[in-house]
Structures are given as C-alpha cells and as structure tokens.
C-alpha cells in the first residue's frame, strides 16, 4: 500500500521563533511509518542546520504542480507578522483556496490565530495548545476543528525521561529560555537565583540562536556566581539535563508542553504582554508556578524558594503535569489524516 504524501509549509528565523519547524521535524519522526512528509521551510533570514527558502522565492517554490504531487498540504505558520510577507500569503492564498480540501491548518491562539483571517483556506484545523474561551474565534463552515493540549506535537526523545531526583534534597534546576533569548532572560534569572539563601546547581540551556554577546554574559557570571552553573549548547544533550533536574525555570512557549509530560516541576514566566494573555489558559491547569511577567522573580521568591524547598509540593506537580499533558498528540494528528 502507497503511503500519503504529505507537504508540511513552515517558516523559523529569529524573528518568527523555532517552534514551528522544530514541530515539523517531530512531525516528521513520527509520520515516516505511515506518511512520506516533504518538509519545505520559509525564512527572512538564513538559518542554519536546515536548508530554507527566503519569502520572495515563494513563487518558484509554491505552484498548483507542487500542491497537485501531495495528498495533504499541512501550514504551520501561524503568526501575524507572516502577513508582512505579501507575495508569500498572496500565493499561499491562491494555492489553499485551490486545493482547499487537502489543507490541514496547524493553528495558533488568541490574535494570531489564522482562522481568524480570510486569506487562508483549509479543510481541518488543528490547534494543539490550552485553550480558553476568552480565545475567540468563529468556526468556519465545512471545516472540522480539532483543538486542544491532546494534539501536542512533542519530540519522540522525550517519551523515555524519567525525574530521578525527587526523593532527594533539591539541587538541581534547569533554565531555559527558549532558542534566541532576545531579552537576556537566562541573565535576570541566574542574578535572581544568586540572592537567594539556597545554592544550587544551574544546567542553563543556551539555544542555538543565543547571541554571542548574552553567552558572554553568561560565562562571565558563571565566574563570580555563588552557585554551580553548567552551560549546555547543544540540544541533543536536553533529555539528559532534564531528567538530571528537579525543577525548571522556564519562558512561556512550547517548552512547558515538554516539560509538563515528563514530569519535570516548572516555574513558568512571560517575556511579554502577549506571551502572558496567552499564557492564561495553561496557567488555570495548576500544573506550574505561574508568576507572570519575567520582571515578577523577586515578588514571587517566598513562593520560589518554598517550592524549591518542598519535594511535597514538587511532587504534586509532578503527578498533575504528566497527567495532563501526553506524547500521543502525534499519533492522534495521524489518525485524523488517514481518516480524511
């Protein structure tokens, strides 16, 4: 039997984030035994690691010959600054309002969710975060709608972390920022975590986008911190830190999706106004320590260090998240794609 042929569309730079093609790329893991997945990347920028197309080339790339080879057209692109790149949402608008039937719609929440605008069609839409009814949207007719943190797209490596240390007095925690940091997140926490009475050890995850000025930063704190920091630069070794850690501070994106299926107890914070709105259903699970705004560490540190302190409370964490958030949204996306 044949398998499906299926174009997944994405774009990743610094300024539209990682997240989709890193999603893309777990896509692909878990599709190569059912699916032949052709992954095509958009960018304004080069990228390294992973050959991409910049947005005025949309025209040589995208056409009816390309969309008429596949079964399905999956887009992840949701974002409202895509909508900048005009000859980009020109073309996919012609080609998805063409071939409507095969467009699956991996869809974001709140304001730049792509339901929202008329330039695109699909068939399906699939939205795989927490999800509240303060997020607004009309559905649209002969569409069907899949939404929620039940299709989480997680990477397969993942599914094997255990938390071994929580039986132990905490010392290890993780920082990740997400893959840029454009705000020296990693920084703020590191000089927060330092004034505090109890001494850690710190796996801080620099991403692959870290500025060299912020790993700079970094280092040079490194040297005159009160507590042991490890810098970890390379993405494959992320397993093995999380599951060494106890307790992760972490941004608000789809890290604490990660972390919520293997257990690892998180303190969860917003680098923007928007992050945070966004945040707010996720944050109504009681799965985390939400303290909002990144700028709130030193409002919240009694109820920081209290967690960091109580293997009780880490523990219900641990127990609350996993139980919430699972590895088989992959495999749910792929029963849907048959099905239809």
Do not use: W
Request: aromatic letters at 12%; charged letters at 25%; proline letters at 2%.
């Amino acid at each position: 039997m044949n398998k499906k042929k299926i174009l997944l569309i994405t774009v990743a730079s610094n300024t539209y984030g990682y997240g989709h093609l890193n999603r893309a790329l777990s896509l692909k893991f878990y599709f190569k035994k059912k699916f032949y997945l052709k992954i095509i990347n958009f960018a304004d920028q080069k990228i390294k690691n992973f050959p991409s197309f910049f947005f005025h080339q949309a025209n040589i790339i995208l056409n009816q010959n390309l969309f008429c080879k596949f079964d399905k057209i999956l887009l992840d692109i949701s974002s409202k600054k895509i909508f900048k790149e005009k000859n980009f949402i020109k073309i996919l608008s012609y080609l998805t309002k063409k071939f409507k039937s095969k467009v699956v719609l991996i869809d974001s929440i709140g304001s730049e969710m792509l339901n929202n605008f008329k330039e695109f069609y699909f068939s399906i839409l699939i939205c795989p975060y927490f999800f509240n009814k303060s997020f607004i949207f009309e559905k649209r007719k002969n569409v069907q709608y899949f939404i929620g943190e039940k299709f989480t797209i997680l990477p397969s490596s993942y599914k094997n972390i255990k938390i071994k240390l929580l039986n132990k007095k905490i010392k290890n925690l993780m920082i990740s920022c997400g893959g840029s940091d454009q705000n020296h997140s990693t920084i703020k926490i590191l000089k927060f975590l330092d004034k505090l009475e109890i001494r850690l050890n710190i796996n801080v995850v620099v991403g692959p986008f870290f500025s060299k000025k912020l790993e700079l930063k970094i280092k040079n704190f490194k040297k005159i911190s009160c507590n042991k920091i490890n810098i970890f630069r390379k993405q494959k070794n992320l397993s093995k830190i999380i599951s060494n850690s106890q307790i992760a501070i972490i941004s608000s994106g789809l890290t604490k999706y990660e972390t919520a299926a293997v257990g690892l107890p998180s303190i969860v914070f917003c680098e923007n106004k928007k992050q945070y709105i966004l945040n707010q259903s996720y944050a109504k699970k009681n799965i985390a320590l939400n303290i909002g705004m990144i700028n709130n560490l030193n409002k919240h540190k009694r109820r920081i260090v209290k967690l960091a302190q109580s293997l009780k409370e880490l523990k219900k964490l641990h127990v609350a998240s996993k139980a919430t958030v699972d590895f088989n949204g992959p495999s749910r996306i792929i029963n849907l794609l048959e099905k239809n």
